[in-house]
């Protein structure tokens, strides 16, 4: 009688355990293992901020005069947030395309890469903050300048992921399109740049961020138009405006936090097939 019991009572749990296990859960983002975490180091961050603060006002403003000035001077953080913008879309879309298509080049012939390669490392190893003021001179006072040392800036992670990317190639998937005779664009198409998209949303995963710190870069050391919120970092601090400046330095964060969420969103509908992140290189 008791192993009997026993046998029910094993057979309705596991058919309980079975029932609650095909209901829907709640989605993954709002479970606590999701978000808890970050929130409490977000948390613990703001508290061991605001004493810092109020120890040490000269060193750090306080959370409230941050969002204070923010809100009192919402206007002029708009307009020097989109200038900023403007410079990192403009600048990192030229990088961007600009590494990418030479990454298509170097991997279709190998010479132009041992003959370019060496003169973009040396590019690519030159301070920026030296090479800024000498593009001042050569374009003038306007945006070409900023846009110009944001995308050298996105430029190099996206050419060395892109050709990483276009090499690696499945070696039986290519020699089955050169038992068909296909093209060269036809295996570009077809196997090559479908298969670096990986990398190429990896090498972007690090051009993004890097762009803003590009154009803040620019914003600093490029003479001429007072604008962007990097000038606007540059004018606060001379002043010793402590929460103008650490509310630009908010937006520039924001910015970069805005832009990879864009970029995880466009990944996770165009590499729906991918199983996983590639690393990225650069």
Not at 208 to 233: K, N, R
Request: with cysteine; aromatic share 10%.
């Amino acid at each position: 009688m008791s192993e009997l019991t026993m046998r029910d009572t094993t057979a309705t749990l596991a058919t309980a355990r079975l029932k609650a296990q095909s209901r829907p859960g709640a989605p993954s983002w709002l479970r606590w293992a999701a978000w808890g975490p970050t929130l409490i180091t977000f948390v613990i961050a703001a508290l061991l901020w605001q004493i810092v603060a109020w120890t040490n006002p000269y060193v750090l403003p306080t959370l409230e005069a941050i969002g204070g000035s923010l809100v009192d001077d919402a206007g002029m953080y708009w307009s020097n947030f989109l200038v900023t913008l403007l410079e990192v879309v403009v600048g990192a879309s030229a990088g961007i395309l600009a590494g990418f298509l030479l990454a298509v080049i170097m991997a279709e012939f190998q010479i132009i890469e041992r003959a370019v390669m060496p003169l973009v490392i040396i590019v690519m190893v030159t301070p920026i903050v030296a090479i800024a003021p000498a593009l001042v001179v050569a374009f003038g006072f306007g945006m070409v300048p900023k846009f110009i040392v944001t995308g050298l800036v996105v430029f190099f992670p996206m050419l060395v992921n892109s050709l990483a990317g276009l090499r690696d190639v499945d070696q039986k998937a290519m020699d089955v399109f050169k038992t068909l005779h296909a093209s060269r664009w036809e295996i570009f198409r077809e196997l090559r740049f479908p298969g670096s998209m990986p990398y190429v949303f990896a090498g972007l995963r690090i051009a993004l961020p890097l762009a803003v710190v590009g154009a803040a870069v620019a914003e600093f050391v490029a003479a001429g138009q007072q604008a962007g919120l990097g000038s606007l970092v540059t004018t606060s601090a001379a002043q010793a405006n402590l929460p103008v400046t650490w509310a630009s330095i908010a937006l520039l964060c924001l910015l970069g936090v805005l832009l990879i969420i864009v970029l995880a969103l466009v990944r996770k509908r165009v590499l729906w097939w991918s199983d996983g992140e590639v690393t990225a290189r650069g």
